[in-house]
């Protein structure tokens, strides 16, 4: 059999490069790894190594310049991840306390211990002013256990990533209800919390502070993997250390992420059976492909 060439058509490059103007730029070559910023990713409690692990590689291979991982272990359960031996290793608390972050990711595989809730504790607390921020995971989990009168309002710089059971828990109702209206229920979202808002799913939506909604038409069922919302953490993380501004930064991301499973589909790899390692390095392949010369 003869697998499909899949690439990206001239219209699609032609929207892209006017929707996400900075996606596009090639890079300077006068650089180094701090041009392109450093992502702190908190996570990984014992057994969930695995991801943080995915969403730093794919923090790298979306661009940004250097990605140390915060576990949530102690002691650390490893020193080095053999497989990705660019990613560096600390303590949650320890990188929390350091906050020379271009951007921060919190929550993939984090847990919900105690010391977990006190690492969202210290996230709430020293995150430095405009320091941009994702909230993933357990992350979500922990901000939907606390109460009403305590939420807060996280403001522009800020992007939650809930999955429909997710977005049930922080809103306080059922599933159904969020399926019933997904629109409605981001905008409740961005009300609740003053932020962006990227309610996963099919045709997954993105919704500003300005009640600004978009609806993304890329992705498949491959999607539905293990380790996929890792991954999108990870490379929209990146894409804000890297200094894009959050509209881009947010709804680039997603297209990425969706269009990197949609060409893989298309050679043939998936949707059944499509791993999140083999996204990876088709979004890295993808942001190749889209840069101007």
């Known amino acids: 059999m003869t697998l499909t060439v899949a690439t990206l058509t001239p219209s699609e490059k032609r929207w892209f490069a006017i929707t996400f103007p ?5 890079r300077p070559e006068e650089s180094h790894k701090g041009t392109f910023g450093t992502l702190h990713i908190i996570g990984g409690g014992i057994g969930m190594t695995g991801a943080p692990v995915l969403a730093g590689i794919a923090a790298l291979k979306s661009g940004c310049g250097k990605v140390i ?17 660019e990613l ?49 995971a357990d992350g979500l989990n922990l901000l939907a256990s606390m109460e009403d009168s305590e939420f807060p309002l996280l403001g522009e710089e800020t992007v939650l990533t809930p999955h ?30 003053g932020c962006w808002i990227v309610l996963k799913g099919h045709h997954t939506l993105i919704a500003s502070p300005r009640q600004e909604i978009w609806c993304n038409q890329t992705g498949n069922s491959g999607l539905a993997t293990a380790g996929s919302g890792d ?17 881009e930064a947010v709804r680039g991301g997603v297209w990425l992420h969706g269009r990197a499973a949609d060409l893989l ?8 059976g499509l791993t999140a390692h083999e996204i ?3 979004v890295r392949s993808l942001r190749n492909q889209l840069v101007v010369p």
């Open 22 to 26: 900075l996606l596009v730029q090639p």
């Open 164 to 193: 429909p059971k997710e977005a049930a828990r922080l809103l306080g109702c059922s599933v159904a209800e969020i399926q019933h209206d997904r629109e409605r229920s981001a905008q409740r979202l961005v009300e609740q919390f």
């Open 69 to 85: 991982l915060g576990l949530n272990q102690e002691p650390l359960g490893i020193s080095l991840v053999a497989t990705a031996p």
């Open 265 to 272: 589909v298309a050679k043939g790899i998936g949707p059944i």
């Open 88 to 136: 560096m290793l600390r303590h949650g608390k320890e990188l929390l306390q350091e906050g020379d972050a271009s951007a921060l990711v919190f929550g993939c595989g984090l847990g919900m211990d105690t010391s977990a809730e006190r690492l969202m504790q210290m996230l709430l607390q020293a995150r430095r002013p405009h320091q941009p921020l994702l909230i993933d």
């Open 231 to 247: 991954l999108l953490s990870g490379i929209i993380g990146s894409l804000l250390a890297q200094n894009m501004p959050m509209m």
């Open 280 to 282: 990876i390095d088709e």
